[in-house]
């Protein structure tokens, strides 16, 4: 898979990171790497592989604890707040 200069400034952006040329060439070998290596690794045979995970189909019980903090205290420990809210980055 070869990746654009569109691309990569779409991935960073996403991101929230700035790259300079050279870093976003960098950036564009790097990926190109890692997903053809990914998939080389998905043309591997594994019929005759014996899995060693176990899906019995439960799933652990769900149960409301207690918080030890206020939320007067997790509001004081969030980086930024508006109108008692946690405010986060909206992502684009």
Do not use: C, N
């Not at 290596?37 to 149960?63: H, I, K, L, N, P």
Request: negative net charge.
């Amino acid at each position: 898979m070869q990746f654009q200069d569109e691309d990569i400034q779409k991935l960073a952006a996403l991101s929230r990171i700035t790259l300079t040329p050279h870093e976003r060439e960098m950036f564009r070998d790097q990926l190109t790497s890692v997903l053809t290596y990914v998939e080389q690794v998905g043309t591997v045979d594994v019929s005759g592989a014996v899995s060693s995970f176990v899906d019995d189909g439960r799933m652990r019980v769900d149960t409301p604890i207690k918080s030890a903090a206020t939320p007067k205290e997790l509001l004081e420990s969030a980086p930024h707040v508006e109108e008692g809210h946690i405010s986060v980055l909206s992502v684009k």
